[in-house]
């Protein structure tokens, strides 16, 4: 299946951010995991860390970026690179919607401080 058409909205949605599943195992891929993320403006970091290596590349907006304690802003065409084991979260401290793309690879964990491990469901 070449063409993996776009979902018309977003799959899912945890305290008004918004995930949208683009290639996914459930959706055709069998290495890498693509999905939009859109934080509205306003949105809080949500610390984690991930079993494997991920990218964000963000598209519009501007994100606030804490990665393993050090913060810095990225904008549309930049690329975020959080390594495996590392502290992360992003915000969106403006005024505007910020969307990101996120590759990470299929099998690869998101982990809450003090939880288990997980799958997050925008990426089966």
Known sequence: MPVVTAPAEPTHEVGGTLFTSLATPTRGSRRISVWQVELPPGTSPTPHQVTDEEIFVVLDGVVRVELDGVGSDA????A?????????ALANDSEAPARLLCCFPVGGQAQLPGGEPFTPPWAL
């Open 75 to 78: 904008g549309p065409g930049d």
């Open 80 to 88: 975020v690179v959080v390594p495996a084991g590392v502290p992360f």
